[in-house]
C-alpha cells in the first residue's frame, strides 16, 4: 500500500499508521483524510492485523487540526459537507472499527487532530503533548465530532470549557480528566503503544470486536446498549474464538485465536 500522506508499517499482528505532513504539523488536508480513510479499511480487512497504532510523524505534532488553508474560503454548504464527509470517511469509521485503535500522541494533537485521537478507541501521550479544540478561535466550531466525543470523554461542562476558550491543556490535566489513559515519556511513547497491542493481540479479535460494537452502542442514539450487549455476548457463542477460549483453559494451555 503506497500512500501520499501516510506511512503504514507492521510488526507481527500491530500495524502502525503514521501520518507523515511533518511540514504541515500532520495537518489533516482532503488527501490525509482519504489515505487514512482506505489505509483503516484495509487493516480492518485483514485478518492477522489484531491492534493498529496511530501516530504523527516527527517530534513536533500528532496532528495540528484540519488543514485551514483548504477550507478558509468556504461557505455554509461546503462547509457541512466537508464536516459530513470527515464524520462518514474517517471519525466515525475509526471509532466503529473492529481492531482497537490506540492513538500515541506525540506532540500537539488540536482541533481536527484531538478529535481523531478521540474517535480512536484509547489514547497515550507524550509528555510533551498539547491538546486542545482551538475552532472556536477561528470563528468555528469542532466538526468531526469533537463537540460530542470531548463531552463523553471528560463529561459536557470540562467539555464546553475547552471548546469555548480554545485553550490548550496539557498532558497532566489531560490524564486528570480521563482524556489520555497514560502519559509517558517521549522516548518510550511507541513502546507502551506496542505493549498494549500486543496485549490486545492475545485477545479473541472476534469478542474484542463485539465488545467495541458494545460500548459504541451507550453513545448511539435511540439505542439500548444493554439490548445490544446482550445480543454481542450471544453471538460470541457461536465463534471458533469462543470454542478455542475455552477448551484452551479447560486444556490449561494459551489459546490461538484465528479471529472466526
Ligand atoms: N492547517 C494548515 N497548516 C497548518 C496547521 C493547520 N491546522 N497547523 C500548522 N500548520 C502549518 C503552518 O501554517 C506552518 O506552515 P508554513 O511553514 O508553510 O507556514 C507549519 O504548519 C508549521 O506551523 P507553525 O505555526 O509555523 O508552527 P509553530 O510551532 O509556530 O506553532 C501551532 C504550532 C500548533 C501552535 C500552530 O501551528 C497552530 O496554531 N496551528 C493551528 C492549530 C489550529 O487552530 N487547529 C485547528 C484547525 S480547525
Redesign the pocket.
Known sequence: MDFENILISDKEAVRTITINRP???N?LNKQTIDDLSKAFIAAEEDKNIRAIILTGSGE??FV???????FAHYEKDQGEELSADGHKKLFNRVEQLGTPVIAAING?A????LELAMSCHMRVASSKAKMG???V??G?I?GYGGTQRLAQLVGKGRALEMISTAGMIGVVEAHQMGLVNHVVEPEVLMEKCVAIASSISRNSPTAIKAAIRAVNAQYAEGVDGYAVEIEAFGSCFDSEDFKEGTTAFLEKRKPQFSGE
Open positions: 511540514a504541515k504539523l495537518a513536533k505534532a495540528a487540526g484540519a488543514d485551514i488553508s483548504e500537539f488540536l482541533g481536527g487532530g479544540l482551538p475552532e478561535s477561528l468555528v469542532p
